[in-house]
């Protein structure tokens, strides 16, 4: 029974690690595509207003003036790009676990409700036949003495007949629809059943989760410290992997962080236009020694935790 009991903890772990890490991926994604539109906004409408200097300058002088300021602005914004990026590796840990979501149990527990049944047009009742639709007129005065009487009663038997035809028509038809709504029904509420049943289970993982962590249980404390780790917002690109060992002696969890290699650390940190050859250069390259300070200058050790 032990086993079952870790197998289902390790399935709900991988069940929260991989919607977490899906949420995170969204709001990260968003958010730097917010800070890209905003930049190349700006940027563009920057670009468009020297363009429109260039366009309204009058002397060849005045144009190649401002030729090179658009092009030490492009230099600019490059620069700015890569100071950007080296900002955001630097001081890397200490911001991550700062700026990471809160992650508590509660956040943990599922709070999602099933959708409403919806029977779609299978919830309408079919329009019941009206004989006022299948009558026959009845004959006028002149009608009736010449004949018209006869006629109209051949008229009603055939009308009373399509009328009965209908009505068997859709006695048939509205059996059939309330059979599909039945068992259009009878899935939803096993599909609910199953829902509910999904919820309860995780939330039921989770609190015992919560238990073994508050009773200081070292498999469920470091599982709670990597979720929590790994809940941290990371450069775009920057993949790590996280490893949390909890000795209750101490009480210590001993965190270690596996870091991606140096190369995602920009080797370029400015650059400059250069008029003599139209040309924009990256200077200086970063030294071998400075690519070392980022982020390994942040790699944290280990820290206490107190259930």
């Not at 629809?177 to 995780?202: I, K, N, P």
Request: hydrophobic content about 35%; aromatic content about 8%.
């Amino acid at each position: 029974m032990a086993g079952v009991g870790v197998a289902k903890r390790q399935g709900l772990w991988a069940e929260i690690q991989r919607e977490r890490a899906r949420q995170e991926r969204i709001r990260q994604r968003e958010f730097r595509e917010f800070q890209r539109a905003e930049a190349w906004t700006v940027r563009e409408a920057a670009k468009a207003e020297r363009a429109r200097r260039r366009q309204a300058a009058t002397g060849e002088r005045e144009r190649k003036k401002l030729y090179v300021e658009d092009r030490k602005a492009e230099a600019a914004a490059m620069a700015e790009d890569i100071s950007g990026r080296l900002a955001e590796l630097d001081g890397l840990l200490r911001a991550g676990v700062r700026d990471r979501p809160v992650v508590t149990f509660a956040s943990l527990r599922r709070t999602d409700a099933y959708p409403a049944f919806d029977p779609g047009q299978l919830g309408e009742l079919l329009p019941a036949p009206i004989w006022e639709q299948f009558a026959p007129a009845s004959p006028s005065g002149l009608g009736k003495i010449f004949g018209g009487g006869g006629r109209f009663e051949r008229q009603a038997d055939s009308a009373r007949a399509a009328y009965a035809r209908s009505v068997e028509q859709h006695t048939v038809e509205e059996a059939d629809r309330r059979r599909q709504l039945a068992e259009q029904r009878a899935a939803y509420d096993s599909a609910a059943a199953a829902f509910a049943a999904d919820v309860a289970e995780h939330n039921a993982g989770i609190d015992q989760f919560q238990r073994d962590c508050r009773a200081g249980e070292p498999e469920a404390v470091a599982e709670f410290c990597t979720l929590v780790l790994d809940s941290s917002v990371y450069p775009e690109g920057f993949l790590h992997q996280t490893r949390a060992v909890y000795r209750p002696d101490p009480r210590e969890a001993v965190i270690e962080w596996e870091l991606p290699p140096q190369s995602v650390i920009p080797l370029d940190r400015d650059y400059r236009y250069v008029a003599t050859r139209d040309a924009i250069d990256a200077l200086p390259s970063r030294r071998e020694g400075d690519q070392r300070t980022l982020p390994n200058s942040d790699r944290a050790s280990g820290t206490t935790y107190h259930p």
